[in-house]
């Protein structure tokens, strides 16, 4: 007797990395992430069909229970 577990979740961490010598590695940008599914979540709790939030240089965000081969879409919005 075998058993075969197959998962179906994944997850996906976004982190933003600035670089150059002009860059501001303080400011924070706007990301947005849709195409999401109704069991996805983002610091715990549930995203919808999207989600938006801020990310500065290093910092991360993981949005979790995405289902495995589903296709989402990131954007970071066009600043100054």
Same mark, same amino acid.
């Given at each position: 007797?075998?058993?075969t577990y197959t998962r179906n979740t994944t997850n996906v961490t976004i982190t933003k990395k600035?670089?150059?010598?002009?860059?501001?590695? &303080?400011?924070?940008?706007?990301? =947005?992430?849709?195409? @999401?599914? #109704?069991?996805? !979540?983002?610091?715990?709790?549930?995203?919808?069909?999207?989600?938006?939030?801020?990310? &500065?240089?290093?910092?991360?965000? =993981?949005?979790?229970? @995405?289902? #495995?081969?589903? !296709?989402?879409?990131?954007?970071?919005?066009?600043?100054?």
């Amino acid at each position: 007797f075998t058993n075969t577990y197959t998962r179906n979740t994944t997850n996906v961490t976004i982190t933003k990395k600035t670089t150059g010598a002009f860059a501001d590695r &303080a400011k924070a940008f706007k990301f =947005t992430v849709s195409g @999401l599914n #109704v069991d996805a !979540t983002l610091d715990g709790h549930a995203t919808g069909n999207s989600v938006t939030f801020n990310l &500065a240089n290093g910092d991360s965000k =993981t949005i979790e229970n @995405l289902k #495995v081969g589903q !296709t989402i879409t990131i954007t970071e919005d066009a600043t100054d």
